[in-house]
């Protein structure tokens, strides 16, 4: 299964990721999050603890729809072909 990314950041911490290939023909979105935490260099933490929600700071859009949108939310099935995007939301401020 391929699963298209694209981010505003380094997904990867030292490389961007344009997809990733998975020998799994059903993932879901929380499974990819925690996957992409554990490969990057940086360790970025998509998750809070409990796994059940988003970190303050994460935007993630599964084929264009805001995740909490999609069927399930982060236990949303990723088929393959979907495109995943996930940004970090910058904070200004001064």
Same mark, same amino acid.
């Given at each position: ?32 999050? /925690? &996957?992409?935490? =554990? ?7 998509? @998750?809070?603890?409990?796994? +059940? %929600? ?6 993630? /859009? &599964?084929?264009? =729809? ?7 939310? @982060?236990?949303?099935?990723? +088929? %393959? ?14």
């Amino acid at each position: 299964m391929k699963i298209y990314l694209e981010s505003n950041f380094l997904l990867l911490g030292s490389e961007d990721a344009e997809s990733m290939d998975f020998e799994r023909s059903e993932m879901t979105l929380k499974e990819l999050l /925690e &996957v992409l935490s =554990r490969r990057s260099t940086d360790s970025p933490e998509f @998750l809070r603890h409990d796994g +059940k %929600d988003l970190n303050p700071g994460w935007d993630i /859009e &599964v084929n264009g =729809r805001a995740y909490a949108m999609c069927d399930g939310g @982060l236990e949303a099935m990723l +088929k %393959d072909g979907d495109k995943v995007t996930i940004k970090l939301i910058l904070l200004g401020g001064g």
